[in-house]
């Protein structure tokens, strides 16, 4: 058994993805101060690059290269995510049961989200590509730097990037089913299970925080810009995936009013 900070400091700065892997049981020992790095450890092949490699189309996904390329892009988003969960666990102070409850659910779902990245990787492998052969932006990363508060971590990571994957996960299982690859959108069936259960635990904590405040004014003012909740809008949002993770009608139907015109809601959903 290792501290929490080493287990989450491994997983944070180690370069190689075996570290990003990294499991073991955590000793929750008291919270050392840790300041977050301006990139997390990353060898050369799996860096971050300006380079940008276009998403392909839905109607391209039959198309071993475009299916290689998008599941590198959801594979990218994966450890990014379990590179911000790792960040979590260091920067937020823990000082009670409570906060040590919170972090403990990080980790749960740090968990599965290694569990995608290797699953999308596998599968990249098997479509003759490996991870790291195609640009990796830093886009989520860069948010990290805002989020001051566990209350803005749920907000951003669970309440808004998590829950658009719901549509995306939703989205891409059935174009790849469409087309008669039951592999890839088993994957994006099982992240789909999990990112509901991310959601709601984010859904939970803001409840619990929120004091007097509705979930939806507590989720806006624990949101920063420039993100808004447009972002938690995945390619044929489905309302009812989002209500059961979220489980607050109120906060659905202001979810389901919201348009500030974010153009990636704005495209097709069409097969």
Not at 124 to 135: C, K, Q, S, V, W
Request: charged share 30%; net charge negative; aromatic share 14%.
């Amino acid at each position: 058994m290792i501290s929490y900070r080493e287990f989450a400091e491994t997983i944070l700065m180690g370069e190689d993805l075996s570290e990003k892997y990294f499991d073991t049981p955590i000793e929750w020992s008291g919270f050392q101060d840790f300041s977050l790095p301006k990139l997390p450890g990353r060898k050369e092949s799996i860096a971050f690059t300006e380079l940008r490699e276009p998403f392909p189309k839905a109607s391209r996904l039959n198309e071993n290269d475009k299916k290689a390329i998008a599941l590198h892009s959801f594979a990218n988003h994966e450890l990014l995510a379990i590179e911000m969960m790792a960040a979590a666990v260091l920067i937020y102070p823990h000082k009670n049961d409570e906060d040590i409850r919170f972090k403990k659910g990080i980790v749960t779902a740090l968990k599965d989200e290694q569990k995608h990245l290797k699953l999308y990787i596998g599968r990249i492998n098997e479509l003759g590509y490996a991870f790291g052969d195609f640009p990796l932006n830093d886009f989520f990363w860069r948010q990290m730097e805002n989020l001051k508060t566990p209350s803005q971590y749920a907000a951003m990571m669970a309440l808004t990037f998590e829950a658009a994957n719901l549509d995306f996960a939703q989205y891409y299982a059935s174009v790849f089913r469409n087309f008669g690859d039951t592999k890839s959108a088993d994957i994006m069936d099982i992240v789909l299970e999990d990112e509901i259960s991310h959601v709601a635990f984010g859904s939970h904590w803001l409840k619990r925080w929120r004091g007097d405040k509705k979930l939806w004014d507590y989720y806006l003012s624990s949101l920063p810009a420039p993100i808004t909740p447009s972002r938690s809008k995945g390619i044929a949002f489905d309302p009812a995936i989002h209500s059961k993770a979220i489980g607050d009608d109120e906060f659905m139907e202001c979810l389901m009013k919201y348009d500030d015109n974010f153009k990636i809601t704005k495209r097709s959903a069409s097969l």
